[in-house]
């Protein structure tokens, strides 16, 4: 029997908190809010989009941080327990999200809200504990200076084990702008530094409880239809074979075989110790097991052994990027590397970017200090140096452009609108390349993947050294990727599902006429949205390019004067009023 159709899926209410005043008030979202950004990602962007100046100091009191859930999260749909963190960056100076998988977001939604919005900064160390409809600010001084796992240790040893912790580690406390948000023992919001931005409001953790359940409309279709849906996932080789089998490090063999696997700070593209970091390798040598997030059949997450310890990870980004692009090729080395990051709060990509632009920059002599590749000990010593801002250290904890433009090295920061280059070589990856250049939170291999097109062949495998239909397909999947991160769901679904699947699956949660147009505009309306912010931000179209080391060879001109004709923008990349004005986006 099916719900009646009124708030399905949604609670219809976010609880704000001001730390300034330790007040906590509940706030309604109208239902139209809802249908045009759905929730996750592009609820959090609209809140902030209207509630921060693009003046503003991501560090000051007026900056919101948003955790937001969808209309999917903690629902019977697959990989619905992620969560969505928005805010202004420090690391970019625009809007910023970073989506993180686990089980916080699940306990979130179960609280009874789609959103958390934290306001003002407290005066001490302080911790959000959301336990349903009791919530509060409380002093946590305790607690700072504690890494990720023992500060989350403390809090459920306090609060008990039931209450899921988000928290930061000393990076986000030291206001290191490549910090990071630690969601889940192994899941981070990891990118933008938004760990900095919790640190700015002297905020160290939010605790959330609930067992409320969302309504669901047509429970009984949702569940027939979900049962279809897992046969999919099981036949997809790259989810059940790959994925599941081995986790993200599949990846590293296939990358490194076709030239594209970032290396030494992308001076090379195929790393000569690479194999010891293959899954089968891995597999063998310090992986221990794997685990799931919040109701996932796929089960992508590694845990690893080192020794007596037992830590999270890593992923694939993180492998390469503490891995071949410092030069490193051990794998018990590259875990240690992994398992200090999340222990410290720190972005696995932008650190190994960050301090590979430093190699670079001592090796040509710009630094009083000598670091050479695959030196572990200066590598982690310099990592700690990282978080706690010391020495050289505290220059890297702002990141490779600030860092490479002080020391007058700025060819050798691998970035874009301030966010490092992931881990695929976009010289050889065509499409990547425009989506690096084009994504509205600085270089994504998220928005899009077009990896599943030019490596993995999902749904099918293009040529990758060709521009010819990259710039509408990239287009398409920006918009998709955003209304998957406003559901909100894991990315791996759309290695399988299309957005007729995820509007499906939005009917039966929500009793809303959700079609594949529909879903795919509403990810257009955010992605203008975060566009026409971030130009108030002075991230302007010009920026919408690669390191000149990274485009050489590579059409990017001629795909971005496309790609801004398929968005309906000028041809020098603005959103044009009338497209924000068919999208209901406001351009004041």
């Known amino acids: 029997m099916a719900a009646s159709a009124e708030l399905c899926g949604w609670f219809g209410r976010c609880v704000e908190v001001d730390l300034s005043t330790k007040e906590a008030r509940v706030a309604e979202l109208s239902p139209d809010l809802l249908w045009r950004y759905m929730g996750g990602r592009g609820l959090g962007s609209w809140l902030v989009s209207q509630q921060v100046s693009p003046s503003a100091d991501p560090f000051s009191r007026e900056n919101l941080l948003v955790f937001a859930v969808g209309p999917l999260t903690a629902t019977p749909v697959y990989t619905s327990g992620r969560v969505c963190v928005v805010s202004k960056s420090p690391l970019t100076n625009g809007l910023f999200y970073s989506s993180a998988g686990g089980f916080f977001g699940a306990s979130l939604k179960r609280a ?184 996932c059949p796929i089960a992508c997450k590694r845990v690893s052994r080192i020794g007596d310890r037992v830590v999270d990870g890593p992923e694939y980004e993180s492998l390469a990027a503490l891995g071949p692009m410092l030069g490193l090729g051990r794998a018990e080395e590259v875990v240690e590397l992994n398992r200090l990051c999340n222990e410290l709060g720190i972005d696995t990509i932008s650190a190994g970017v960050s301090i590979a632009c430093a190699i670079e920059a001592s090796q040509r002599g710009l630094l009083p200090t000598k670091i050479k590749w695959g030196d572990f000990d200066q590598i982690r010593s310099l990592l700690e140096d990282v978080a706690y801002r010391r020495g050289l250290g505290s220059d890297l904890a702002d990141g490779s452009k600030r860092f490479a433009s002080k020391v007058g090295a700025s060819d050798c920061a691998m970035e874009v609108k301030g966010s490092e280059v992931p881990m695929y070589d976009p010289r050889g990856l065509y499409g990547q390349a425009l989506g690096y250049a084009t994504s509205n939170r600085g270089a994504c291999h998220l928005n899009p993947y077009m990896v599943s097109l030019e490596i993995l062949g999902t749904p099918i495998l293009m040529e990758r050294f060709s521009e010819a239909e990259k710039p509408a397909l990239v287009a398409y999947l920006q918009n998709l990727s955003a209304s998957v991160d406003s559901m909100v769901l894991c990315k791996f679904l759309c290695l399988e599902f299309d957005e007729d699947v995820f509007a499906q699956m939005l009917a039966y949660v929500t009793g809303k006429p959700y079609t594949h147009e529909t879903v795919v505009e509403v990810g257009e309306r955010i992605w203008n949205l975060e566009r026409a912010y971030n130009l108030k931000c002075g991230i302007t179209p010009d920026q919408d390019k690669l390191p000149k080391r990274l485009v050489e060879g590579v059409p990017l001109e001629e795909m971005l004067g496309e790609y801004y004709r398929v968005r309906g923008w000028s041809e020098n990349g603005y959103p044009t009023p009338e497209k924000l004005e068919e999208l209901g986006v406001e351009s004041s």
């Open 112 to 295: 009874g809200y789609d959103a958390l919005v934290v306001k003002g900064a407290a005066s001490k160390p302080s911790m959000i504990v959301v336990d349903e409809d009791v919530v509060e600010v409380v002093d946590c001084e305790e607690l700072w200076g504690k890494s990720t796992s023992e500060a989350r240790e403390a809090v459920q040893q306090d609060l008990g084990r039931d209450f899921r912790v988000a928290c930061i580690g000393p990076a986000g406390e030291n206001l290191v702008r490549i910090a990071n948000i630690s969601v889940d023992p192994g899941d981070f919001a990891g990118r933008g530094g938004l760990g900095a931005v919790m640190g700015s409001k002297k905020l160290k953790a939010v605790a959330v409880r609930g067992e409320k359940r969302p309504r669901v409309f047509d429970e009984e279709g949702l569940r027939a239809f979900l049962r279809r849906c897992l046969v999919r996932i099981k036949w997809k080789p790259v989810l059940d074979k790959a994925l599941s089998a081995f986790g993200t490090s599949f990846i590293m063999r296939i990358v490194d075989s076709l030239g594209v696997l970032p290396t030494k700070n992308f001076l090379e593209s195929r790393f000569e110790k690479a194999q010891n970091l293959y899954a089968e390798v891995l597999s063998d040598s310090v992986f221990a097991k794997k685990r799931s997030c919040f109701n």
